[in-house]
């Protein structure tokens, strides 16, 4: 249970901070990471609802928001027209690089400032046998 009420806590406070200060929800700062980290900065909408775990809709609602803020943009796939990608624009990345400086502040100030390194690896350990979303690169079929 204490584990359950702290990832509470501490998504409830890291995502205020983001609110806050850049105008993103931790669901809006954690799409945008995923795209910066895939090849091309671009993800099928589909794998990005997985990786944020949200539903279909509720990742078009996210992504809606992040288009009009100018973020984010579709991407068609030229092999397959059934496939949607999201895209991130140079504005999206300029707004990560901001806000990740106070995302990483804040984990290290509410998390990670609070153990030792050793109590750090311990933990990652600990977390490693959790079962975990699978990563897969979400790219369409070269033609």
Same mark, same amino acid.
């Given at each position: 249970?204490?584990?359950?009420r702290?990832?509470a806590a501490?998504?409830?406070?890291l995502?205020?901070?983001?609110?806050a200060?850049?105008g993103?929800?931790i669901n809006?700062?954690e799409v945008l990471?995923?795209?910066?980290?895939a090849?091309?900065?671009?993800?099928r909408?589909?794998?990005l609802s997985?990786?944020?775990?949200l539903?279909?809709?509720g !990742?078009?609602? &996210?992504?809606? %928001?992040?288009e009009? $803020?100018?973020y984010?943009?579709r991407a068609a796939?030229?092999?397959? #027209?059934?496939?949607?990608?999201?895209?991130?624009?140079?504005a999206g990345?300029?707004?990560?690089?901001q806000?990740s400086r106070?995302?990483?502040?804040? !984990?290290d100030e &509410?998390?990670? %400032?609070?153990?030792? $390194?050793?109590e750090?690896?311990?933990?990652s350990?600990?977390?490693? #046998?959790l079962?975990?979303?699978?990563?897969?690169?979400?790219?369409?079929?070269p033609?």
């Open positions: 249970m204490r584990f359950l702290a990832h501490l998504t409830r406070a995502s205020a901070d983001l609110v200060e850049h993103l929800t809006d700062y990471l995923h795209l910066a980290r090849p091309e900065k671009l993800l909408r589909v794998d997985e990786r944020v775990v539903t279909a809709s !990742i078009t609602r &996210l992504l809606e %928001g992040l009009q $803020a100018g984010v943009e796939c030229p092999t397959d #027209r059934r496939v949607v990608y999201a895209r991130l624009t140079a990345e300029q707004k990560l690089r806000a106070t995302h990483l502040a804040g !984990i &509410l998390f990670t %400032g609070r153990f030792s $390194a050793d750090l690896a311990t933990l350990s600990l977390l490693a #046998r079962p975990a979303a699978g990563d897969g690169d979400g790219q369409c079929a033609e």
